[in-house]
């Protein structure tokens, strides 16, 4: 097993290194105030190292999410996504987590308890379809999810890395390396 070793914060000049590979237009970035809008609109914070890739640049497409000129509904889906998830395999696949005591016998009481207790999780932010980071403000380093329901995978140790896989030709390795920063609640699917 390999370790990650701390890494320095991303710049501003790295991320736009880094979008040059994307494949994909960019727009101006979004200044500290846009960024304080949007996490005052929708509720979240985003991590030092998303709030400097979204400074550097905008990726433009169907993937990225459009946080200046984006529709608010498709935007809120797109944050409501993981848990949305996890409510479905609470639904259809029986999903219950043994810290959440005993699961209740009616449906509706079953997914009522289990949004409560995703409500004190971490936010996961889209980066870029269904790839996340934890909204966590003013930290870096975090790795960053492929979410689909319950079915989570790490895609990148940290934002910099995923980028490095998935729109250049760096690999991401078999296992994760030592020193990965584990997700609340999130990182126990990918365990």
Not at 14 to 42: C, K, M, S, Y
Not at 44 to 67: E, K
Not at 80 to 109: F, I, K
Request: contains cysteine; glycine residues 8%.
């Amino acid at each position: 097993m390999s370790t990650v070793q701390p890494a320095e914060a991303l710049t501003v000049e790295e991320a736009r290194v880094l979008q040059r590979n994307l494949g994909e237009p960019l727009r101006p970035g979004l200044t500290p105030a846009e960024l304080d809008d949007v996490e005052e609109q929708f509720g979240f914070a985003f991590s030092a190292d998303h709030r400097v890739f979204l400074t550097a640049g905008v990726p433009v497409g169907q993937r990225w999410p459009d946080w200046r000129h984006g529709n608010p509904d498709q935007l809120r889906k797109r944050l409501d996504w993981p848990a949305d998830g996890v409510l479905y395999d609470v639904e259809h696949n029986d999903l219950w987590l043994p810290e959440w005591g005993t699961r209740p016998r009616v449906l509706s009481n079953a997914l009522a308890a289990a949004r409560r207790h995703l409500a004190a999780v971490p936010q996961l932010v889209p980066v870029c379809g269904h790839r996340y980071l934890p909204g966590l403000r003013g930290t870096t380093g975090w790795p960053v999810l492929s979410v689909y329901q319950t079915d989570i995978v790490y895609y990148g140790w940290d934002l910099r890395n995923y980028l490095r896989h998935e729109f250049g030709d760096e690999p991401l390795g078999p296992e994760p390396p030592t020193g990965v920063r584990r997700v609340e609640f999130w990182s126990r699917f990918v365990e």
